[in-house]
């Protein structure tokens, strides 16, 4: 199938590897069984793909569903660390932030996780998603609104703190709770740090 794409599109490569062979690749994508399909270094899918999967993608690159496709490849893979890299570019934080909303469960704690650690490296790109995150103090779902709530108080930006006590009277304790502590972390020091 790689093959066929690549013969119909001259700018499409296709390089079949053996990951017995090229382990650094595979310890690279965490590839622990086959077939495994990376598409331009950044999207790794497990399992058997489509010809129509993979054009869809390798086409749609450098949209949001490229982007939220490669960012949820590497939250599945475990790839923390290169997910909270690739934040830094221009859609990053959008594909991070619409995974986060997504209602699979996983998919939002592996986002909380990315998140954090882009906090930790990286606090601008933080910074710059606070109005995103703000407006999803209203989510529908509480959850969202509390993990909401408790990214800004550790992000530390003033412009959270009206937001945030709106949410005390929120029907849901967690939210309350998450807010309260997201404002007194902000007031703490003024960054967010305890």
């Known amino acids: 199938m790689a093959l066929r794409l690549a013969a119909a599109n ?3 490569s296709v390089t079949i590897a053996d990951v017995y062979h090229v382990r650094d690749l595979a310890d690279e994508f965490a590839v622990r069984s086959v077939p495994a399909t990376i598409i331009n270094r950044e999207i790794v899918l497990m399992g058997l793909v489509t010809e129509e999967q993979v054009a869809a993608l390798i086409a749609g690159r450098g949209t949001l569903a490229y982007e939220k496709e490669g960012m949820r490849s590497m939250i599945k893979l475990g790839l923390m660390s290169r997910a909270a890299a690739s934040i830094r570019n221009s859609r990053g934080g959008e594909a991070i932030l619409s995974l986060f909303q997504e209602g699979d469960f996983s998919m939002r704690m592996g986002a909380l996780l990315v998140l954090e650690e882009v906090l930790g490296q990286d606090a601008d790109s933080m910074r710059r998603m606070v109005p995103q ?3 999803m103090l209203s989510h529908e779902d509480y959850r969202i609104r509390g993990d909401s709530a408790d990214l800004l108080g550790k992000i530390g930006d003033q412009r959270a ?7 005390r009277n929120d029907r849901h304790p967690e ?4 807010a309260v502590e997201g404002i007194l972390m902000i007031r703490k020091d003024g960054k967010g740090h305890l």
Do not use: S
Not at 161 to 167: E, F, Y
Not at 175 to 178: I, S, W
């Open 10 to 12: 001259p700018v499409v």
């Open 133 to 135: 995150l703000i407006e």
């Open 161 to 167: 703190i009206a937001h945030l006590d709106r949410l």
């Open 175 to 178: 939210v309350v709770e998450a």
